[in-house]
């Protein structure tokens, strides 16, 4: 049977990065990665390894449908963050990333071979919480969902929601999220968040490989998977949780504090507030797919002992702990 071909956004980075992995290992699936930059060294990686590298951007429609030519999938993620890091506002980065996403959807609605579309998204925060916790990071993105329904509806019936954990990588990369040794404490550590140590929060586990897990498992079962939503991530913990196991791993003494959203926000500016809003969110509803259609990973049948959870993560981390 001819191979397939899956474009990949995102390549270079966290998620498609782990989408990249996976497929490129899957039989019967050729990758091609999309990034603004072919130079780039995660892509010449991945070119070593077999992936087609093409450039195209998010802000560019016709690029972007260069770039889906030929292709049965498209996995599709955009980032919020870089909006808000280089000197927009929240909601300006959110309204900038629906844009970049909606270039993606007409793109991808306009493909002739494409049989699967999957766009990572998350939770619609303000509409969840009757407008009391808007988090543009999330909000935009879940009205985007909502487009592809009313506007796209060929597209929608292709395409599988796809909402990630939080990333056990954040210990280690987001200086927000990384706990860091108190003065003058003898080696003790903390990590200070707005939200109880008892919070639940969805956790993502190792992205290089469980996005590409639940990517290679939505693409295997379409008849469960399209116009549905799915989660990546095997468990859900408490942040008090999240800090004993960054214990046991990095064999310091740990420890969770709560602060509040104001001085949290105080500190970290602009991104502390999204993260504070985030989490605001996540405290009231821990359970991101509630009313949704959803698929889990036993339908998916994806088996836990294939994706790392928060522990085997961060053991894999250790060195940058
Ligand atoms: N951190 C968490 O816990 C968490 C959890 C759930 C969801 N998320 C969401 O994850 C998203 C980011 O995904 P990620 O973590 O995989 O990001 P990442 O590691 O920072 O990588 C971003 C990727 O997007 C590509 N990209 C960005 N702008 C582009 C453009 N204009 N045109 C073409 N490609 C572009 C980059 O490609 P090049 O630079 O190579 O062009 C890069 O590969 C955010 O929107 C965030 O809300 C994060």
């Given at each position: 049977m001819a191979e397939k071909l899956i474009a990949i956004t995102g390549g270079t980075g966290a998620q498609g990065?782990?989408?990249?992995?996976?497929?490129?290992?899957?039989?019967g699936w050729k990758v091609r990665i999309i990034t603004?930059?072919?130079?780039?060294?995660?892509?010449?990686?991945?070119?070593?390894?077999?992936?087609?590298?093409?450039?195209?951007?998010?802000?560019?429609?016709?690029?972007?449908?260069?770039?889906?030519?030929g292709a049965h999938?498209?996995?599709?993620?955009?980032?919020?963050?870089e909006h808000l890091f280089t000197g927009k506002s929240r909601d300006e980065s959110g309204v900038l990333?629906?844009?970049?996403?909606?270039?993606?959807?007409?793109?991808?609605?306009?493909?002739?071979?494409?049989?699967?579309?999957?766009?990572?998204?998350?939770?619609?925060?303000?509409?969840?919480?009757g407008g009391k916790v808007p988090c543009p990071h999330f909000d935009y993105k879940a009205e985007v969902d909502d487009k592809?329904?009313?506007?796209?509806?060929?597209?929608a019936k292709k395409t599988t929601f796809l909402f990630f954990g939080y990333y056990p990588s954040n210990m280690a990369f987001f200086p927000m999220c990384k706990p860091f040794e108190l003065p003058g404490s003898y080696g003790k550590y903390v990590q200070i968040l707005p939200t109880p140590a008892s919070a639940h929060i969805p956790v993502a586990g190792d992205l290089s490989?469980?996005?590409g897990v639940w990517v290679r498992q939505i693409l295997a079962k379409p008849s469960v998977s399209k116009g549905k939503y799915a989660q990546v991530g095997p468990e859900t913990l408490t942040f008090g949780e999240m800090m004993k196991i960054w214990s046991e791993v990095t064999g310091?003494?740990?420890e969770f504090l709560q602060s509040s959203v104001e001085d949290f926000s105080r500190i970290w500016g602009i991104g502390g507030e999204e993260?504070?809003?985030?989490l605001v969110f996540g405290e009231a509803v821990p359970d991101w797919t509630q009313d949704l259609p959803f698929v889990g990973m036993e339908e998916l049948g994806i088996a836990k002992e294939e994706v790392p959870g928060l522990k085997a993560t961060l053991e894999e981390l250790k060195a940058l702990l």
């Open positions: 990065g782990g989408v990249a992995n996976i497929m490129l290992k899957t039989p603004r930059n072919v130079e780039n060294e995660k892509a010449k990686a991945l070119k070593e390894r077999g992936a087609e590298v093409v450039s195209a951007n998010f802000d560019d429609e016709a690029s972007l449908s260069k770039a889906f030519e999938a498209i996995f599709a993620v955009t980032n919020f963050w990333e629906a844009k970049q996403a909606l270039n993606l959807a007409r793109a991808a609605s306009k493909s002739s071979t494409l049989e699967h579309y999957i766009w990572s998204t998350l939770p619609n925060a303000k509409k969840i919480t592809i329904r009313s506007e796209l509806p060929e597209l490989i469980n996005s310091r003494q740990g993260m504070a809003s985030q």
